[in-house]
T-cell receptor, first 111, second 116 residues
Framework: DQQVKQNSPSLSVQEGRISILNCDYTNSMFDYFLWYKKYPAEGPTFLISISSIKDKNEDGRFTVFLNKSAKHLSLHIVPSQPGDSAVYFC??????????FGTGTRLKVLA | DAGVIQSPRHEVTEMGQEVTLRCKPISGHNSLFWYRQTMMRGLELLIYFNNNVPIDDSGMPEDRFSAKMPNASFSTLKIQPSEPRDSAVYFCASIPEIEERYNEQFFGPGTRLTVL
């Protein structure tokens, strides 16, 4: 049973527009969430994180929103750039180093 | 810093053969994780080590899988015998200090395993 779900396997967005990647989770004990980005033939790299005491965290073009009541988080990329084309994984943890990852969403930013 | 190093990058083998994947964590990192990536299940944690000691191997799928960390700079993941359903990308990751849970995990480039 997937505790962290990314229901959209792929997403295409025009350059300059907003990309919104979604993630849902089932375990209410999760209190720390992360997004990782993965390019082909490379390992995932950390992008941004958020603690459950917050509902928003921003880092440049990247913003993560957390809706605890809906058990939902999203990653917004504004403006989207061709270099953002990658697979994005969300991950969650419940007080430990152990992260539960989703299946990933492949983002394609069209020039 | 060279980052996390994994070898081989690609491995093609036949069913029943033994496969050994290797990982060198970032120098000074004392915790190491092995993950498996598949389309259906995403990134799954298989096992992690702290100070060379296996702490949690609950993600290891079955007895055919084993992992060792003989020293702070080297770990292996072995599959014996291998099966076609083991085909996946295997990642190794390390972090400086496991007690600090907000530490980012640094991933290696992965080993793509194909079992025919």
């Amino acid at each position: 049973d997937q505790q962290v779900k990314q229901n959209s396997p792929s997403l295409s967005v025009q350059e300059g527009r907003i990309s919104i990647l979604n993630c849902d989770y089932t375990n209410s004990m999760f209190d720390y969430f992360l997004w990782y980005k993965k390019y082909p033939a490379e390992g995932p790299t950390f992008l941004i994180s958020i603690s459950s005491i917050k509902d928003k965290n921003e880092d440049g073009r990247f913003t993560v929103f957390l809706n605890k009541s809906a058990k939902h988080l999203s990653l917004h990329i504004v403006p989207s750039q061709p270099g953002d084309s990658a697979v994005y994984f969300c991950a969650a943890s419940s007080g430990t180093y152990k992260y539960i990852f989703g299946t990933g969403t492949r983002l394609k930013v069209l020039a | 810093d060279a980052g996390v190093i994994q070898s081989p990058r690609h491995e093609v083998t036949e069913m029943g053969q033994e496969v050994t994947l290797r990982c060198k964590p970032i120098s000074g990192h004392n915790s190491l994780f092995w993950y498996r990536q598949t389309m259906m299940r995403g990134l799954e944690l298989l096992i992690y080590f702290n100070n060379n000691v296996p702490i949690d191997d609950s993600g290891m799928p079955e007895d055919r899988f084993s992992a060792k960390m003989p020293n702070a700079s080297f770990s292996t993941l072995k599959i014996q015998p291998s099966e076609p359903r083991d085909s996946a990308v295997y990642f190794c990751a390390s972090i400086p200090e496991i007690e600090e849970r907000y530490n980012e995990q640094f991933f290696g480039p992965g080993t793509r395993l194909t079992v025919l």
